[in-house]
């Protein structure tokens, strides 16, 4: 099969598109996904520069999105079936911890996540435990169904699992453009409240105004946290969704209203920003924690975007060998949503 496998950390030279082992069914309870489409995420990019502690074997498949049509099932797989038209949930755990019984298995200690410890999904095929394999939501195309399942399943446990976001309140979403963001600006809007995005790029306000945004703000010109005071009447917002993290986690927590909660996924900006710890007793703020999801979770996420008709932002379509362009797109910030590799018609 072909694949884009990774050779070694570093740089996307160390990215090549070649030929590869197809995978097999090594458990009675796996499925092979021959895979149409793939989508990237920042972890990717961690993963390619061996900043996650992820330790696997080179030459090594990224990627934790993929959508694609299942070819072939264990014996005891009973969940799918040959020619189904699958999205996969990412992460599998070890099945015996506290976590795994519990239906928390994104918390195991021994997780498994597609692209890191799992071969991922630049590739035409794909092996995975048939259990994470879910029918594509109505509507979607393959390209569609690979850019949702990470940034989707993030975005529902901070919003609606974590922070308890309900209609009518005001939420803040920073640095819009990224694929956690953008998925945060739908699932917030469709859910009837009012949200302010941030951005470096004007053009890229300009695009969040036209999936929905109320507000946005160019915090290269303004301070964020006074500005989404100004237009809140002072009071500051509900939720903010800071997975930037860096200078303006101070101001995060500045533009947040009495009970408000913060929820963050990433600290692309910087991992280590001051905190004035007494505005979060002070002001009875909430702040939360996540990464990925649960199964329950992944089931309400494509409930709801069978419900909403609600399609994931894409930015750009990169063919499959085009990978290492598409990850220097990421790299540099300019997407606006999504950035998918298209692996097969
Ligand atoms: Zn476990």
């Known amino acids: 099969m072909k694949a884009v496998r990774l050779h070694g950390y570093g740089g996307v030279d160390q990215l090549r598109y ?46 934790a999105d993929g959508s694609g049509v299942v070819v072939e099932t264990g014996a005891d797989v009973a969940n799918v079936k040959k020619g189904d038209a699958v999205c996969l949930y990412p992460a599998t755990g070890c099945g015996k911890c506290e976590f795994c019984l519990t239906d928390s298995d994104f ?29 594509i939501p109505i509507g979607l195309s393959f390209e569609e169904a690979a850019a949702f399942p990470l940034v989707f399943l993030t975005v529902w446990r901070m919003l609606v699992t974590n922070a308890r976001l309900r209609p009518g309140e005001n939420v803040l979403v920073l640095g819009i453009g990224g694929g956690v963001a953008g998925a945060a600006l739908q699932v917030a809007k469709q859910m009837g409240t009012h949200v302010i995005v941030t951005s470096s790029s004007d053009a890229k306000l300009e695009m969040a105004r036209n999936w929905g945004a109320d507000h946005g703000i160019n915090y290269t010109r303004s301070d964020f946290a006074t500005e989404t005071r100004a237009l809140t009447k002072k009071r500051g917002v509900d939720v903010v969704v800071d997975c930037v993290g860096g200078d303006g986690w101070v101001k995060s927590l500045a533009a947040l209203a009495k009970g408000g909660r913060l929820v963050t996924c990433g600290a692309t900006a910087g991992a280590s920003p001051p905190t004035d710890i007494r505005r979060i007793f002070w ?12 199964r329950e979770e992944f089931r309400q996420i494509l ?3 069978c419900n909403t008709r609600m399609r994931p932002i894409i930015d750009r379509v990169f063919p499959l060998k085009e990978t290492p362009a598409a990850h220097e797109r990421l790299e540099r910030g300019e997407q606006f949503g999504k950035i998918v590799l298209k692996i097969a018609d």
């Open 303 to 305: 409930n709801f975007l």
């Open 18 to 63: 070649e030929e590869a082992e197809p995978p097999r069914l090594l458990s009675p309870t796996d499925v092979i996904v021959r895979l149409k489409a793939a989508a990237l995420n920042h972890i990717d990019l961690w993963n390619r520069k061996g900043l996650t502690g992820m330790d696997v074997e080179m030459p090594h498949i990224l990627g």
């Open 283 to 294: 002001n009875h703020l909430s702040v939360f924690g996540s990464t990925l999801g649960s």
């Open 107 to 135: 918390m195991c200690i021994h997780l498994r996540v597609l692209g890191e410890r799992l071969k991922g999904t630049y590739a035409e095929y794909v092996r995975l435990p048939a259990q994470n394999c879910y029918p």
